[in-house]
């Protein structure tokens, strides 16, 4: 993986350049234009500082207003922190201790289920299409460099990071490429969920159900991609007729966020 991927953020986690993927015309992704992340309840002074150094100064939070009530943003000077909720509550149950867990979780297969449809949901459900059209209107926004993220930042996150590469012209490989990497970022925090879980006397099904509900699945964002395909045939027409962007919102998004790297001399 290229060692400008990842960001050497302490008090957060699955924090990610999405630079570097190639578009179907030979351009990349700008590097430290666009960065995704899990939430930003927890970054230390060095981090906000770090962000502050790469010019970060809009964040956009697609959690609920509950979960933000829970775990508000800490943000680096000067940058805009803008609530845009892609679910209207939170389907992915992200932020519930073991009490709090619904009692579908001691079906078997619930959290897989669940989250496939949520995968659905984030694609089809007018509410999300609103969220996402908002998304994309800053990222059109001249001389903006943006960390966009959710909870965990692979649901909500991975979907928004999906649309946008697709606008950039991304392949469907790629995309699920980056959508995997949360995987291996995540580890850490997944099990430790897990852990918690069972000291509180999780059964078995339970543990199950929250794994699939906190992992990423090759599934889940491939439920994604399915839905696009139903609704519109591909992407760009779907972005064209759910989130209303035009030819030339595509052309400026690429404009702006894709790059031509320079060829040797012959």
């Not at 969220?131 to 994309?136: D, I, L, S, T």
Request: charged share 30%; net charge negative; with cysteine.
């Amino acid at each position: 993986m290229d060692k400008r991927r990842v960001l050497p953020v302490i008090g957060g986690f699955n924090f990610r350049d999405i630079g570097g993927y190639t578009s179907f015309d030979g351009r990349k992704i700008k590097w430290g234009k666009a960065f995704r992340t899990a939430g930003m309840a927890d970054l230390s002074p060095e981090d906000l500082k770090y962000l502050e150094d790469r010019q970060v100064d809009t964040i956009i939070d697609f959690r609920t207003e509950a979960e933000v009530a829970k775990g508000p943003d800490r943000v680096p000077a000067h940058a805009v922190d803008i609530n845009i909720p892609a679910m209207d509550f939170d389907r992915t149950e992200s932020t519930v201790d073991y009490a709090q867990l619904s009692k579908e979780y001691d079906q078997k297969g619930y959290g897989y289920l669940n989250m496939i449809n949520n995968y659905e949901h984030l694609i089809s459900d007018e509410y999300s299409n609103i969220a996402y059209r908002k998304f994309f209107d800053l990222l059109m926004t001249e001389n903006k460099t943006l960390a966009y993220h959710c909870t965990a930042g692979k649901d909500r996150t991975g979907v928004a990071s999906m649309l946008l590469m697709s606008a950039l012209g991304i392949n469907e490989a790629q995309i699920k490429h980056d959508y995997l990497i949360t995987d291996r970022l995540s580890t850490e925090v997944v099990r430790n969920k897990i852990e918690h879980m069972k000291a509180e006397g999780a059964t078995p099904d339970e543990i199950e159900n929250i794994h699939s509900m906190w992992s990423v699945n090759i599934d889940y964002i491939q439920r994604s991609i399915d839905t696009v395909k139903r609704l519109s045939g591909d992407p760009i027409t779907y972005l064209q007729d759910y989130l209303q962007l035009q030819p030339a919102d595509i052309q400026l998004l690429r404009d702006k966020y894709l790059f031509s790297e320079p060829t040797d001399k012959q």
